[in-house]
């Protein structure tokens, strides 16, 4: 089993920035990839980004790209999402997620790990 725990999440005016972090605790060599997703209220959760665990390699849904940037540090088991020039549109609750396969996915279901979410508001 692997745990995660989301952080950083808060109230920012639009063009602000914010940094989320996403702790993963327990069976950790089974993950190879991690990502971002985010749910606003009466929506779907959409996919934002998503990272391999060991290679770094990374895939943002196209609000993300040019904005947003998911890093992870292996050295302390911590995905990050650094978030800038934030727009009302990206308020959500944010979730972190872990997966045991490597293949590129926008799809919810195929992540085997959640956490429980952080809020994220976007004042205009």
């Known amino acids: 089993q692997v745990q995660l725990v989301e952080s950083g999440g808060g109230l920012v005016q639009a063009g602000g920035s914010l940094r989320l972090s996403c702790a993963a605790s327990?069976?950790?060599?089974?993950?190879?990839?991690m990502g971002w997703f985010r749910q606003a209220p009466g929506k779907e959760r959409d996919f934002v980004a998503q990272?391999?665990?060991?290679?770094?390699?990374?895939y943002y849904a196209d609000p993300a790209k040019g904005r947003f940037t998911i890093i992870r540090d292996n050295a302390k088991n911590t995905m990050y999402l650094q978030m800038d020039r934030l727009k009302p549109e990206d308020t959500a609750v944010y979730y972190c997620?872990?997966?045991?396969?490597?293949?590129?996915?926008?799809?919810?279901?195929?992540?085997?790990?959640w956490g429980q979410g952080t809020q994220v508001t976007v004042s205009s």
């Open positions: 997620a872990a997966k045991r396969t490597l293949a590129r996915t926008t799809t919810a279901s195929e992540y085997n790990y």
């Open positions: 990272i391999t665990w060991r290679g770094g390699i990374t």
């Open positions: 327990g069976s950790i060599f089974s993950i190879n990839a």
